[in-house]
T-cell receptor
Framework: EAGVVQSPRYKIIEKKQPVAFWCNPI?????LYWYLQNLGQGPELLIR????????DSQLPKDRFSAERLKGVDSTLKIQPAELGDSAVYLC???????????FGQGTRLTVV | DAKTTQPPSMDCAEGRAANLPCNHS???????VYWYRQIHSQGPQYIIH???NNETNEMASLIITEDRKSSTLILPHATLRDTAVYYC???????????FGKGTTLSVSS
């Protein structure tokens, strides 16, 4: 069975440009997470979905970040406009339910220049 | 959720057991202890979790003290591929997202 699939794997953009990341979770997983990971740090939660509902987005910088999970399956995370400080790895994860083990994708490494 | 404390780094010789400690002195009765690891340039990988009893799977063993204030992850025969950052996370049974700390960087050498 395929794991969590993220694309692209790497992205380089100029500051002030928009960027989008895509995540396909494991089939049947109701819970989907987006995390941000800076170099040398542990992942930080941006948003958690239960099916198509965003139930925890308190850490999402809503002035420039947005996310959606249409039909409770795939999800997209967008940044507009990107800033230099947004350079990081963006990780997507999914789980059957919120208190079961989560499976992570390989992440998208974003570089803003 | 309860916070956890882990040593920033540990070394282990290949073939020996790696014992990674975690302190979670403020854990409450309905919170699980989860362990994940992250190999360089990959996403975190689930290892094991437990509530009260010791647990073992094909990857590792988890020993939780009787008062549940600390735990130890044991990799019985560490290999070079076990070199990674190991995260100990306390998760509410009611359900919240994983909150990662800085973890322990385990270096396995030959």
């Amino acid at each position: 069975e395929a794991g969590v699939v993220q694309s692209p794997r790497y992205k380089i953009i100029e500051k002030k440009q928009p960027v989008a990341f895509w995540c396909n979770p494991i089939s049947g997983h109701n819970t989907l997470y987006w995390y941000l990971q800076n170099l040398g740090q542990g992942p930080e939660l941006l948003i958690r979905y239960e099916n198509e509902e965003a139930v925890d987005d308190s850490q999402l910088p809503k002035d420039r970040f947005s996310a959606e999970r249409l039909k409770g399956v795939d999800s997209t995370l967008k940044i507009q406009p990107a800033e230099l400080g947004d350079s990081a790895v963006y990780l997507c994860a999914s789980s059957l339910r919120v208190n079961t083990e989560a499976f992570f994708g390989q992440g998208t490494r974003l570089t803003v220049v | 959720d309860a916070k956890t404390t882990q040593p920033p780094s540990m070394d282990c010789a290949e073939g020996r057991a790696a014992n990674l400690p975690c302190n979670h002195s403020t854990i409450s009765g309905n919170e699980y202890v989860y362990w994940y690891r992250q190999i360089h340039s990959q996403g975190p990988q689930y290892i094991i979790h437990g509530l009260k009893n010791n647990e073992t799977n094909e990857m590792a063993s988890l020993i939780i003290t009787e008062d549940r204030k600390s735990s130890t992850l044991i990799l019985p025969h560490a290999t070079l591929r076990d070199t990674a950052v190991y995260y100990c996370i306390v998760v509410s049974q009611a359900g919240t997202a994983l909150i990662f700390g800085k973890g322990t960087t385990l270096s396995v050498s030959s």
